[in-house]
């Protein structure tokens, strides 16, 4: 007979729990009082500038709205692509990419140079503004997300699931599309102005959204003492690896559609050999070990089969995802604007050289606060509402996959 | 069943409409006027398009008048203070002196940069509230009520003509309103244009006057017998960036 899966709240009540929420609370109110501080201020305490205008925070905030709507992936390929493994895997993932962005989004506001002035951001629209279409496809995101989580959890709403998350697939693929335009349609800087932003933007997103939800789920499962069939953890490490591998082309295929193009030369020259600090980080930090060392870990035959290895491949992914989102936002701006081709340009306003930036300490914090958001709002929500299953175990979750074998592998971790 | 058409009710409808629509299109097809301030309380027309053209070959070496000018007139930049507590680079600057070198002949010369005025000014299309916008006559200014301080322009401008102000400002003239949190940028000395019309002098093509260099020329581009629209027609002019099909306002010649 078929085993079916319960979803159940988590009933940790002990220190471990308490003890979660109250460094994840530090974390976000650590970041509320940096906001505080730098908006009380103004931007001048922060290492951002007229050169460098979008800093450590929108590198923390991109990468968190990206990896939101990939979070929402292991969802869709339940609903939308009917694997049934996924299935039960959904309503965390539904959960996880609402919080991340409302933790990205939460970085974005704060900081702004009026956060007080949001209401205008929602009240005033320039429609040809891929910023106001992002605004609204975020606010939408987060509805039909909400929509989808009421289809999968209340049983007598189920027949509705696979069409709403349907609809909430096609509209994370438009917000990632809108995220990465950001940058795409920036006709004035050499790193930007190229279509290939919207689905680079897409991928990272499975990407940097399977690594999260992996951890989170490892994480969750194993504090509450619930099963994880080894045969489920497999697909989903060997998934992310694919997405690793799919980043790895885009970025291949950015750079040497810019190799080919002489007036591009100048900015691939400063990212891949002289550009200092953003030449290590791009080398060493996005593709050494946020995507060789993590693509060597999960598909080694041995290491493939640690959780702790996988765990770490997932760390290091989310690393090298920030760190290439580092390249791309500070990179992109740090590389001067060409505006005389073929001359030596200088000016007070340092126009022609490499733009400084040292990130202050209040805008990491920031950073790290809209982390702390999503991951508390992720706590709390599992331990009011069922988004976790009761069991994850091969037999019962993965039947199709020779789990049987694997039932017991999850006390095991 | 059919209805009765009142057919005359229409042509009646069809006439005022037409007279209407003449009466709106009349003035500006036969009324030739001299160019004149218009009237504080009539909105900006598409008739004028405001611009400048600056002649870098009247530039003078190391001179700096222009940007002196912009400072007192605006009252931004060192001369004045206004941001005591920002870093250098974190400084608002709305006209720059760039300094040119040809890197195989080492001609060197220099020109002033400041807001292009474009006629598809990227920063207007980026910015999500309408806050960065462009007037009617061509002028781009940042909305300071609704500028919320996402820097998207900054990101979008290919001139980099745009400042972010980093701190509380104090003591800030009446002509150039500036906020914390907020972008700004040259307003082509708006305040002027909308007090003198044609005839209006910006603060920094007043200022390279008073040096005795006269490297800038402001005008109306869409009238032909503009001096700068003759300029234009007689010399050319260059400008910036122009694969990016921006249509400036700011031409060059000597670049």
Redesign the interface.
Known sequence: MKKTIHFREVTNNGTGYWGLIGILGLIVAIGLGATYYM?H????V?G????I??GIPHVFAVFLIVAASGALNVASIGSVFGKAPYKPLAPLSGLLAVTLLIGGLAILVLD????D??I??MT???F?????WN?ILYNGFIAIVAVYLWMLMDPSKKQYSSTVGFFAFLWRLILTTGTGS?FG?????QAYDAAIMAPLFVVMSFSFGLAIYLLVLMAGMKWTGRPLGDALLRRLKNLLGVFVGGVLYFVLAYHLTNLYATEHHGYEHFLLLGGGIYTQLFWIGQILIGSLIPLAMLYHPGLGRSRTAIGWACALVILGGLTQMYTIIIGG?AYP?V??P??????????GVV??YSPALPEFLLGIGGFGIALIAVALAVKVLPFMPQTLEDAVADPHHGGATDAAAGKAA | MSEHVDTSRRRFIGGTAGAAAGMSIAPGVFLNQVAQAKPADQPVTSENRWGMLIDTNKCGDGCDACVRGCMEENGWGDINDSEPHSAPEQKAQWIRIVELRDTRTGYAHQLPLMCQHCKHPPCVDVCPTGASMKRADGIVLVDKHICIGCRYCMMACPYKARSFIHEDLQDQLVVAPRGKGTVESCTLCVHRVDRDGADAVPACAEACAAEGHDAFVFGDLNDPNSEISRQLALHGGTEIRADLGLDLGVRYRGI
Request: hydrophobic share 45%; charged share 15%; no cysteine.
């Open positions: 908006e201020h103004g931007h001048y922060t951002m500038n007229n050169q205008v979008w702004l140079g009026r956060p002035r949001l205008v951001a005033y629209y320039n040809k503004s891929i910023f106001a605004i950001i349609f920036i006709v004035a800087r701006q604007l505006l005389f073929g001359m030596e340009v200088s000016s007070s306003f340092y126009d733009a400084e």
